[in-house]
């Protein structure tokens, strides 16, 4: 139905763009054109769609929620709670579609008897609201083009609004992010107190916490303190810092100072190929070799080692992260104007002393912002510890010890069916806003670090 | 010159030669660091392009088929049993075995040996009644065997494959019937729960859907935002607003778009669970700030005199950017778009959570069927336990990095083929 109503209307707009053009060649015999004949198409294909489709969408989005408001408007005065609203309202929608298998009672049949009733009311509605608007719009530019009115300014304007719509897009996802995350997240600190979710030192979702076949608020207190899991990921990001800054660093600085043109051109690609590689191929890579051969070197040390360790998976991120390092320090390195460098070779420095004691604290601002860059990358990573560095949240700062990160305990938690409305999927929300928060918090650090730095030597 | 000063000055030169070994020190690491890695997965991966085959003979007898027509149909072909025919195949082996020990040599075969034998009479109606030679799917545990990489010197309790199959596939093996081919069912079958059986087929598919879901939604509005961003935004704070947006967005880490999906697509719009359509749409979200960046980098890149000329000949602003600076900077826009949907491609955990792990043993025909996609395939493989997956990660390993390099390299051939150089 939907699909048919908007094929029909494209392919209005497409007539009307070829009726237009015609159009303007009739009119062309008589007067003067304020525009390509094109234009006259464009204007009435613009009319013809663009008001329908929006009616249009605005009516989809819109819909569902009102006709659910008005079937539950019979359930009103029995008392029941917002689940056991919507559970009704999904066995309603089922028995319309014919795929309820549970028990019918008259009530519900009456319910659903009323929303195939609606759904037809709103269907037909629908239907001749988009024709009202289309004979209304069309007619409206219709006799424009016949007044030959400017008809390429109206279009401009229109496409300009089109690109601005387009451009919103990107605000619409962050609001879209920060809407999912806080909607789920809010309800879960309603069930569990915020401040035991950000102290509490015992993370384990799994547990039962229902007694008595009510969530018991005494036992949800030790299940969700996500500090062993805080301190996981900053753990693990830590051992990849160790790995990835001295690598990429230093590789960052021989590219930039040493490297003759041939191996620049080579070198740094190929390093850049370790951040193109899947984040699942580098997990794979971590839990079948690394993780085995540190067990091994540890157990020859004659130390206990889990096969799931934290240094497994945190060297390993380190080494997908060298080339973020690497090629951002190499780039602030190489925009610090040659005549820091000259100064300092005049008055007798060597290469070393002059990229130690010059250009790396002249590029220091930028050097630290990809840096940040790097350790939010850290912070986000998900699947190298999800496969590799366990999933049980230990407290532990041992890197031979397995820890779970807040990633990798939402892939645990989300993974197979969720069940809307448990704490258990909801804190899955939570550990996302608040990894949200953290990357959000870097990045903005970092980018106006490197802004500032840019303009220093702009 | 004194000898302190002397000394100073080598101890300088010192200093400056181990300062520049640190570096090359460093580059090796990382290049080694790569070196190893695709050394690691090319080993373990290659021999899954292989596949294991026992040969034997089967009797294709009209009363084991149970068979009553003179000159059978199809259907009669379709729905005879094949039961007794396909373990009596196997069975032959060993005439000497006794029949409670016959799961032994059973086990040596896929499970879906029957098919196996079934599909061949279908093909060639002709052998009913005839013995011939035919080949199975050796299991995973005589595949990984015949690979060489499973060691057989461990103790029999300890191992999959037992002496007495062991014996039975050195004989095999002596006479020529373990047959080593090219694993075609590799690239043609869906997942399976038996190594053996496991292809790329239904998540190959799966990602292909994504990546063209992902393609329509992103593209369009990221050039269209790219255009209004560069050529007709005002200056003013809410520009910069949507500015920042983007370059945020595009640190946000995977898993949160994910969460997204999940909240959204799934919870509110109610859109189809575990399908490329989803993964699509979540994927297009991420790479979104991606192809704006890069957009707006090769619109940057025209130079204004392109403009002038167009605005000086009467050109209205609309058609300055729609047919000179747009067309002029397509090049640097395409290919930024192939190394953002590259990136995507390679994405695993936002897949994960919108639920694309889901065991599929079909091949998806549309975006809306239930289908994983390469790199969940890597981490569903890797999960489970049984030894033959590990060749099989390998091999899907390699599969997603040659798309990613030809991913790569199209983009490299666009930005320099068509890419105009302004000097």
Known sequence: ?458 | MNSFKKNLLKKRYNAERRFQWYGKIAIGLALSFLAVFMFQIFSKGYSAFQKTWIVTEVHYDKELLLIDAESPSKDDLENADYYDVAYKAMTSLDPGLPEEEDRQLIQMVSYKYEAEVKDLLLKNPDYLGKIVPIKLTASDDVDQVHKGNYPRDIPEENRRVNDYQLQIYDMLNERGDILLEFNISFFTSPDSREAELAGIASSFMGTVFSILVCLAFSFPVAVLAAIYLEEFAPKNKFTDFIEVNINNLAAVPSIVFGLLGLGILLAVFNLPRSTPLVGGITLSLMTLPTIIIAARASLKAVPPSIREAALAMGASNMQTTMHHTVPLSMPGTLSGTIIGLAQALGETAPLILIGMVAFVNTIPGTPVDPAASLPVQIYIWSESAERGFVEKVSACIMVLLAFLILMNLAAQIVRHKFEKKWS
Not at chain 1, 69 to 79: E, G, K, R, S
Not at chain 1, 215 to 227: I, N, Q, R
Not at chain 1, 328 to 333: G, I, N
């Open chain 1, 1 to 458: 139905m939907n699909l048919i109503l908007v094929t029909f209307i494209i392919l209005l707009a497409f007539t009307s763009y070829y009726f237009g053009r015609k159009k303007a060649l009739v009119i062309q015999s008589s007067q003067r054109l304020t525009a390509l004949p094109k234009f006259y198409g464009y204007y009435l294909a613009a009319w013809c769609a663009a008001p329908a489709l929006i009616i249009f969408a605005l009516w989809s989005v819109f819909e569902p929620s009102i006709v659910k408001t008005f079937i539950l408007q019979d359930y009103t005065d029995q008392n029941l709670t917002k689940n056991e609203l919507q559970l009704i309202y999904t066995k309603v929608k089922a028995l319309a579609a014919g795929t309820y298998t549970g028990n019918i009672t008259n009530f519900l049949d009456e319910s659903a008897n009323k929303y195939i009733q609606l759904k037809g009311i709103a269907n037909s509605a629908k239907v001749a609201i988009i024709l009202a608007i289309l004979i209304f719009s069309l007619s409206f530019a219709y006799r424009s083009v016949q007044k030959n009115d400017r008809m390429r300014e109206p279009v401009e304007i229109f496409l300009k609004w089109v690109l601005f719509v387009a451009s919103l897009g990107a605000v619409l996802v962050t609001i879209g992010i920060v809407f999912s995350l806080l909607f789920e997240a809010i309800r879960f600190f309603q069930a569990v107190k915020i401040f035991d979710f950000i102290f509490g030192t015992h993370w384990y979702p799994a547990k039962t916490f229902v007694r008595d076949g009510q969530p018991d608020p005494e036992l949800m207190k030790d299940a969700f303190g996500a500090v062993p899991l805080f301190a996981g990921t900053f753990f693990i990001a830590f051992i990849a810092m160790c790995v990835a800054i001295p690598i990429g660093l230093l590789s960052g600085i021989y590219l930039s100072e040493y490297a003759g043109r041939g191996v620049r051109k080579y070198a740094k690609p190929i390093i850049e190929i370790l951040a193109g590689i899947p984040t699942v191929v580098y997990g794979f890579f971590a839990a079948l070799t690394v993780g085995p051969f540190v067990k091994e070197i540890g157990n020859a040390m004659g130390l206990e080692v889990s096969a799931e360790s934290a240094l497994a998976a945190g060297a390993v991120m380190g080494v997908m992260i060298i080339p973020f390092i690497s090629s951002l320090s190499d780039d602030v390195m190489t925009a610090v104007p040659q005549n820091l460098r000259d100064g300092s070779y005049a008055m007798g420095a060597t290469k070393s002393e002059t990229v130690k004691k010059v250009i790396f604290p002249a590029a220091l601002p930028g050097i630290v912002g990809s840096i940040l860059l790097a350790v939010s990358r850290a912070v986000g990573e998900t699947m190298i510890v999800v496969m590799a560095s366990g999933l049980a949240a230990n407290l532990t700062m041992n890197p031979l010890e397995s820890t779970s990160t807040i990633t990798a305990q939402i892939v645990v938690i989300l993974i197979g069916d969720q069940q809307f409305g448990d704490p258990k999927t909801q804190s899955a929300f939570a550990l996302g806003i608040s990894l949200f928060i953290v990357t959000l918090f870097l990045n903005v650090i970092a980018l106006s670090v490197v802004k500032k730095y840019r303009e220093k030597y702009e």
